[in-house]
Each structure stands twice: as structure tokens, then as C-alpha cells.
């Protein structure tokens, strides 16, 4: 599969999210509400949560009802805590419901298997591994909050850009706050399901920030909020291809840093004097520099230059220690991606290859491990790729062991990894693949 069948979907979905995010994050700003989103979404998230505890699975139809329900009820919460003369900011109430709802979900989801995984998925979403109906439904659902967003227009702008003016007015401001935060609430609850919470916060607030950085004119903010998410959309799913890193926190690294970019062109540009504004730039970018390279002096002194503690594993319940440098499955566990890759490539010792594939669950780490085996010890590599095609979670790691083993098989047998190994022509598919495999095997 091409990097570009793969990321076609996620870059969809990407676009779809902007369209809607940043124009309902242009009303989040003025209202002054930043973490509403946040909170929504961590209801939304912890609706799917409790669904979960009943034995629902999270991408079923109930789980998202339990969902909806949750983030309906946040909406009514956020539209009864707005008061014409506030004593207490409505941003400090939205705070402390986002924590409560944190809070219950952690403690909920404690009781659940694999309770960290969860969290994690709550948290970084699954955009990579959209659907095409999952983006379809969203852009019909997104287009319908937005057909009745542009419908009555007049009601939630007076009230984004002038509250007490609408109280004034006579507008029942309560009950198209519950309007607002109800679409909103909607958005979020199929938004989160694929983007993640981080995710789905930054699409709402960082294309805002910057359109309303540079213009006044809503027009021209959406489209400059458009144009900016459509373009670190892209780059942040390339960048997560190429440097192999989850995408969800990628494109929020990548919209971090265009926020800063924009920022400082800003700075320099409205600057009466730029030339004394680029001089300040380039001071602080000589200050950022210098700390970076004293935070690394200081963690390579205090760490003794290298990677020496121990590691930790579950060995039959108990803890146990392993030398860092003398288990291969502890050295890997303490580096990133890249690092591993590095490793495995100068590994010649197989049964530790072997040993550390039985002992790890991370479907990525054991794809890599295989691989490297294949080259060490062709008959074992094969039978473990094997096993990832057929028990593997994710399509991406049934696709590289795919790809490492149609090189000696030339061809693939019918199997598809973007399918369930469970499925009839899959299940056919490995047969085949069985029977390649006994035909080689001394």
C-alpha cells in the first residue's frame, strides 16, 4: 500500500474536521470560552466510557448514543451557567467540569482491561485509521450544523460579539446558548471518535487564533482558518509517514509550530521598526538555542552520559529488573522509533530477537523484531510475520509483514491487510500462506 493510499483518508478527514472547527472557533474565542471543546470533549469521550462498562463496544451505535446523550447534557449545563452580570467567569465553570469529567473517566475506565490503552485512544484518537464512511457521515453531519448555523446566523453571532447587547435586545440568550452548545456538542461527539481529544481542541482554537491574528473580517477568517488547516494537515501527516510517529499528535506538534510562525511574522511585519524587531528575533532564537543545549549537557550529566538505569518489566506479577545493557527488550523499551530501528539493524544475536518477541505486546516493536529475525533466521522470521498477518490489530503492521514476505513469495496469496485476517478471502488467503510457509521450511 502507497504512503499516499494510506494517508488519503486521514487527510480527508483532516479537511472535513477543519471546515467545521474553525468556524465554530472563531464563536469559542469571542465568547471567551477556549476550553469548552475540551470539556465537550472530555464529556463526549466519558459517555463513551461508561457505554464501554456496560459491555458496548466504542465504535458501536450505542456507544455513541451514550455519547451524544453526555455531551447534551454538558450543553445544558454550559447554557445555564451563563449569566447576564457574572460574578464567577463561565470559563472557570467549563474548567472544572473538564476536570470532573476527567477525573470519573480515569476512575471508570480503571475498572475496564487494557484500561491505559483507552485512555491513550481517548486522548490521540484513530484518525489514521479512518473509514470512508466515518468521513462521509461526518461531512453530511458537519454540513447540516453548518447549513443551521449560517440559517440563524444574526442570533449566535449578536451573541458571540456582543452578550450583553443581545440581553438588551431581548434574545433569549440561554436558549440559543443550549442551540450553540448543542451543535457543538454534536460536532465533538462524532470528532472525537476518530481525531482525539488534543487533536479536535487544536482544530477548533489554533486556525481561529491565527485568521483572527491577521483580520477582522469572518469572510476572510474562514478562509484563512481554511487554508492554514488544510496545509499543516498535510504536513503533519507526511511528516508522521516519514518519521513513522502517531499522526494525531504530529499535526497538533505541526499546528504548534505554525502558530509560532505566524506569530512572529506578525511581530516582525505590524513592527514600526523591523529591522529592530528581526534583531530581537534572532536574540531569542540564539536564547532557545543555548537552553535547549544546557537542558541536554544537563540530562547527559546527571544521566552519566548514556542510557544506563535499569529496566523494569511484569514477569508473572512480579517486578523484576533487567540490565539495560544486557536485555534486548529493555535497551528497545527505553528509545523511540528511530532508535529501535537503529538497534535492531546491528543485532546479530537471534534468540535474543526471539526472546524479546514472545515477551513483548506492542504490535509495532514485534513487527520490527520479526523482520530483523527473517534476516538472522529466515524459518522463524517467516512463521512470526505469518503470525502477525493473521493476529495482527492493525493494518499497517499486517502490511509490513506483508511486504517482507511477498518478496520471497512472490505474490501475496489474495491476502489484504487493510481487511480483517478474519475474513473469508483472508482466511482462504492464509491457507495458502501456510502452505508456502511448510513448503520452504527445512
Known sequence: MSPWQLMLL??????????????????????????????????????????????????????????????????????????????????????LIYAFAAAVAILVIDRAPHGAEHIKEILTGTILWVEWQTVAIAAAVYSGVG??????????????????????????????????????????TISVNTA??????????????????ITDRLVHQLLIGWAAGTIVSFVGLVGSYLLDLPSGPMVVAVYGVALLLVALALYVVRSKRRGKATSHLGAGLAAVVA???????????????????????????QWKAHD????????????????????????????????????????????????????????????????EMKHGKLPIFRSEALDALKKLAQGTFGYDPMEEPETAANRAALEKWDAWLRSVSP
Request: proline share 3%; net charge negative; with cysteine.
Open 324 to 387: 539495560a545493557k544486557g536485555d534486548l527488550l529493555a535497551r528497545l523499551s527505553a528509545l523511540d522509533l528511530v532508535q529501535q530501528r537503529a538497534l535492531l539493524s546491528e543485532e546479530r544475536d537471534a534468540a535474543a530477537i526471539l526472546s524479546a518477541i514472545e515477551r513483548t505486546d506492542e504490535e509495532e516493536l514485534k513487527t520490527a523484531l520479526a523482520q530483523r529475525l527473517l534476516e538472522l533466521d529466515p524459518t522463524k522470521g517467516k512463521a512470526h510475520l505469518l503470525d
Open 196 to 213: 482525539g481529544v488534543l487533536l479536535v481542541f487544536v482544530f477548533l482554537v489554533v486556525p481561529a487564533i491565527m485568521a483572527m491574528s
Open 147 to 188: 447549513a443551521f448555523h449560517y440559517l440563524f446566523r444574526d442570533k449566535f453571532l449578536l451573541i458571540s460579539n456582543d452578550p450583553q447587547g443581545a440581553f438588551e435586545k431581548g434574545v433569549r440568550v440561554r436558549l440559543w446558548d443550549f442551540l450553540f452548545y448543542m451543535s457543538f456538542g454534536l460536532v465533538i
Open 10 to 95: 486521514p487527510f480527508l478527514e483532516c479537511l472535513v474536521l477543519v471546515g467545521i472547527h474553525s468556524y465554530l472557533g472563531i464563536h469559542v474565542i469571542k465568547r471567551k470560552v477556549i476550553f469548552v471543546d475540551l470539556a465537550l470533549a472530555q464529556i463526549a469521550a466519558l459517555g463513551t466510557i461508561v457505554a464501554f462498562m456496560f459491555g458496548i463496544s466504542p465504535q458501536s451505535t450505542g456507544a455513541y448514543v451514550f455519547s451524544l446523550l453526555f455531551t447534551f447534557i454538558g450543553a445544558a449545563v454550559f447554557s445555564l451557567t451563563r449569566f447576564r452580570k457574572e460574578k464567577i467567569p463561565q470559563e472557570a465553570v467549563i474548567g
Open 291 to 317: 537552553i535547549v543545549l544546557a537542558f541536554y549537557a544537563l540530562g547527559t550529566g546527571l544521566s552519566g552520559g548514556g542510557n544506563d538505569c535499569a529496566a523494569l518489566e511484569v514477569d508473572g506479577g
